[in-house]
């Protein structure tokens, strides 16, 4: 990997593309992707293995057809190869599904895909009218980002304060953006969007209101 500084690579959540998808009134469905410079062989392994998770997003124990993720989610491997993988996402009694796949750009660059759909009764109604999409989105960003950041040879978790609350307001943004497209109303996806940046940064929860007409 080569020498870098965190000047050279100025943290923002550009990098990830996003969609939402309301439409089937019994599924709710992110899409996210993201480019990153290593080959796809390489980027898929980071994605898989208990070693390299650990690096950038946490402990995974892998067995088999199972997973389980230390203070998080469990599930079930329903398939991994070609660079793609499907597994089940347990979590709370509920059960949604991730997909991911990883795509060669070139022979030194790949393109990650991943989409994530679960029942909207799965998530109450109540959180998903102050939060909207950013609520998980922004979560999965974060770990895009520590993943970007592992393959920069940076720390994944080596941000300054004043990076994560500029990632996490240009995150919320962008999936307020998403879900504007989606067909939210764009009043509430803005007001959404700062519950959610508020909610990531820990700071105090002083109004309920902004899911409102």
């Known amino acids: 990997m080569p020498n870098v500084t ?3 690579y100025m943290t923002t959540a ?3 593309s996003r969609q939402v998808f309301l439409d089937d009134p019994e599924t709710i469905s992110q899409h996210m992707g993201a480019s990153y410079e290593v080959p796809a062989d390489e ?14 997003f946490g402990n995974v124990k892998i067995d088999e057809f199972v997973y389980e ?7 079930r491997i329903e398939s991994c190869r070609d660079n793609s993988f499907l597994v089940t996402w ?4 509920a059960i949604s599904y991730l997909s991911v796949e990883v795509l060669a750009d070139g022979q030194a660059a790949s393109t990650l895909n991943a989409g994530f759909s679960t029942k909207p009764e799965d998530i109450p109604e109540e959180f998903r009218q102050k939060y909207g999409s950013g609520a998980t989105g922004t979560g999965w960003d974060l770990s895009l980002w520590g993943l970007q950041r592992l393959t920069q040879g940076l720390d994944p978790r080596g941000f300054t304060e004043q990076e994560y609350a500029d990632f996490v307001a240009a ?3 962008a999936w ?3 879900d504007i497209s989606a067909g939210v109303a764009e009043r509430e996806a803005r007001a959404r969007a700062e519950n959610t940046r508020r909610f990531y940064m820990g700071e105090q929860d002083q109004t309920a209101e902004g899911t409102q007409n």
């Open 90 to 93: 347990e979590n709370a009694g």
């Open 171 to 173: 995150s919320s943004t």
């Open 6 to 8: 965190i000047l050279e």
């Open 43 to 56: 980027l898929f392994l980071l994605l898989t293995t208990s070693e390299n998770l650990a690096k950038w």
């Open 14 to 16: 550009s990098f990830i």
């Open 69 to 75: 993720i230390e203070g998080n989610a469990s599930g």
């Open 176 to 178: 307020a953006e998403a």
